[in-house]
């Protein structure tokens, strides 16, 4: 179950961001509608190794269909 609290809570920030941990970020609402999500610094981590991931995976599946269709025309 997520745990969801009011940007307010952030006065008290030590409360705000209590249940934080990998795979369990706190998500901050600002009236009543989400806000911000806050993940653990692991988690976050790797939230930033992902945009290579999807640039490699993209070059790959460029090369293989350029190599595929370089087949057809020999």
């Given at each position: 179950m997520p745990d969801?609290?009011?940007?307010?809570?952030?006065?008290?920030?030590?409360?705000?961001?209590?249940?934080?941990?990998?795979?369990?970020?706190?998500?901050?609402t600002k009236n009543g509608h989400g806000r911000y999500a806050v993940p653990d610094i692991n988690e976050y981590k790797e939230y930033g190794k992902m945009p290579a991931w999807r640039k490699l995976r993209l070059e790959l599946a460029n090369g293989r269909s350029s190599g595929e269709a370089g087949r057809g025309t020999h």
């Open positions: 969801i609290k009011q940007i307010s809570g952030l006065r008290n920030y030590g409360e705000a961001v209590r249940g934080v941990a990998v795979g369990s970020p706190v998500f901050l």
